[in-house]
T-cell receptor, first 112, second 114 residues
Framework: DQQVKQNSPSLSVQEGRISILNCDYT??????FLWYKKYPAEGPTFLIS?????DKNEDGRFTVFLNKSAKHLSLHIVPSQPGDSAVYFC???????????FGKGITLSVRP | EPEVTQTPSHQVTQMGQEVILRCVPI?????FYWYRQILGQKVEFLVS????????KSEIFDDQFSVERPDGSNFTLKIRSTKLEDSAMYFC????????????FGSGTRLTVV
């Protein structure tokens, strides 16, 4: 039951260019969306979130876009840096304090 | 920056044995969670805990699992009789009630059941 889908398992971009990571969801009850970054042997680290009342949230190099009608969100990282190389998880919940449903993750590689 | 601390980082146990995974959430956080990630699979929700009781649990969280906050600082996950399929990375997480703030996850405990 893949309620949160990250269809691309990996992405490789050149340093300085934009990274666009996509995520789709199927559950209409999801109201709150988050992106996490994970390095090997570490726990997921919160990056940025967006609630369904917004369509964009920006924090430094990271911007999340939400298209509710398409049930699609994306994370833009610009400019990409080699230190951004990690696994990125999209997660969603029906409320800010509810459980998170994660996607399978996408491995981002930023080439120097 | 405040951290969620998990111990041990790696535990190996024999099938059928009991294990206790320990977590120290961030001190002013009110909501506590356990998630797990089986190798190569997605991160899965196990249980949430608020106000000293379970607020939600998944199908995975059967009678073999229990959680406790014994002393107001530690948050533990107990697996009574481990199975081979319990081998996974177990993550503890906590959060404030602030809805704009994401969970803070610990670094995880790698549980290997042999």
């Amino acid at each position: 039951d893949q309620q949160v889908k990250q269809n691309s398992p990996s992405l490789s971009v050149q340093e300085g260019r934009i990274s666009i990571l996509n995520c789709d969801y199927t559950n209409s009850m999801f109201d709150y969306f988050l992106w996490y970054k994970k390095y090997p042997a570490e726990g997921p680290t919160f990056l940025i979130s967006i609630s369904s009342i917004k369509d964009k949230n920006e924090d430094g190099r990271f911007t999340v876009f939400l298209n509710k009608s398409a049930k699609h969100l994306s994370l833009h990282i610009v400019p990409s840096q080699p230190g951004d190389s990690a696994v990125y998880f999209c997660a969603a919940s029906p409320g800010a304090n509810s459980k998170l449903t994660f996607g399978k993750g996408i491995t981002l590689s930023v080439r120097p | 920056e405040p951290e969620v601390t998990q111990t041990p980082s790696h535990q190996v146990t024999q099938m059928g044995q009991e294990v206790i995974l320990r977590c120290v959430p961030i001190s002013n956080h009110l909501y506590f969670y356990w998630y797990r990630q089986i190798l190569g699979q997605k991160v899965e929700f196990l249980v949430s805990f608020y106000n000293n009781e379970i607020s939600e649990k998944s199908e995975i969280f059967d009678d073999q699992f229990s959680v406790e906050r014994p002393d107001g600082s530690n948050f533990t996950l107990k697996i009574r009789s481990t199975k081979l399929e319990d081998s996974a990375m177990y993550f503890c997480a906590s959060r404030r009630s602030d809805s704009t703030y994401g969970y803070t996850f610990g670094s995880g405990t790698r549980l290997t059941v042999v």
